[in-house]
């Protein structure tokens, strides 16, 4: 007489469908943070170039500023 499967034989192969499903919704998850962490981190990138351009524009309009103050009292003073 053949040998029946048992019920919780069943039972595991559902839990291993539901367990695979799962594991490939989670992994699709991770792939989607990844790239969003990478965009985020080239943004970051960018916007700290960008700021470090402005500091070294401001710091040249004041070294400016400063030299054209000093030509302008000098010359008023005399």
Request: aromatic share 6%; hydrophobic share 40%; with cysteine.
């Amino acid at each position: 007489m053949p040998k029946k499967k048992s019920v919780t034989s069943l039972a595991q192969q559902s839990v291993g469908i539901r367990l695979s499903s799962h594991e490939k919704i989670c992994s699709e998850r991770m792939n989607n943070l990844l790239i969003s962490i990478q965009r985020l981190e080239k943004k970051v990138d960018t916007l700290s170039d960008s700021v470090s351009k402005g500091k070294g524009v401001i710091s040249v309009l004041v070294f400016l500023g400063s030299i054209a103050a000093a030509a302008i009292g000098f010359f008023n003073y005399k």
